[in-house]
């Protein structure tokens, strides 16, 4: 198994870009998030998704859209990149079985607007 | 808002010393986790103590949990080098169904000098 994927490892976008976060996970997880993680800070949750075609927002969405349309996928949108931005960036996933919820955390991409 | 404050903010010691580091939290929870990070990688989780659990042990890892005063300690045992790095603890909320949706602290870097 690979875990939980994300591409790409390092971008650096321009003010007012676009792009898109990619996450994947193989371990047929219903409960898959989205962090950005800024120095001294923990992780903030941006959004997450409890299974296919189900999300919502999370502690700091704002700038950052998501959709889900399978169980294994789940991207991370930048509308409009502002410097603001410039954070890591984790996906997790996880299952939930009896209040048991260990996340599997991926690499992270780690994400420059200039 | 950041759910779990974690103290010490940085913990330095030598090879075989044990480390503690301690997690509180503001509102009630499901369960309670500690992840480690490695310098510029993802999170691993290392344990889970459930709300009505009062302590835990993995390996070298004691936790114990305090619902009572909202607060939750992490011993590392007769530590080595390689457990340097930082360590989170992230609260699931109460409210019936988890799903996959944590709060992070900020973390306390522990460096164990060889």
């Known amino acids: 198994n690979a875990g939980v994927t994300q591409t790409p490892k390092f971008q650096v976008l321009k003010t007012g870009q676009s792009m898109t976060l990619q996450c994947a996970q193989d371990?047929?997880?219903?409960?898959m998030s989205w962090y950005r993680q800024d120095p001294g800070m923990g992780l903030r949750l941006i959004h997450y998704s409890v299974g296919a075609g189900i999300t919502d927002q999370g502690e700091v969405p704002n700038g950052y859209n998501v959709s889900r349309s399978t169980t294994e996928d789940f991207p991370l949108r930048l509308l409009s990149a502002a410097p603001s931005q410039t954070s890591v960036y984790f996906c997790?996933?996880?299952?939930?079985?009896?209040?048991?919820?260990?996340?599997?955390f991926g690499p992270g991409t780690r994400l420059t607007v200039l | 808002s950041q759910q779990g404050e974690e103290d010490p903010q940085a913990l330095s010691i030598q090879e075989g010393e044990n480390a503690t580091m301690n997690c509180s939290y503001k509102?009630?929870?499901?369960?309670l986790q500690w992840y480690r990070q490695n310098s510029g990688r993802g999170l691993v989780h290392l344990i889970l103590i459930r709300s009505n659990e009062r302590e835990k042990h993995s390996g070298r890892l004691r936790v114990t949990l305090d619902t009572s005063k909202k607060s939750s300690s992490l011993l590392i045992t007769a530590s080595r080098a390689a457990d340097t790095a930082s360590y989170f603890c992230a609260t699931d909320g109460a409210g019936g169904t988890s799903y996959g949706k944590l709060t992070f602290g900020q973390g306390t870097i522990l460096t164990v000098h060889p």
């Open positions: 371990m047929n997880h219903e409960y």
């Open positions: 997790a996933s996880s299952y939930s079985f009896g209040g048991y919820n260990e996340q599997f």
């Open positions: 509102t009630s929870i499901n369960n």
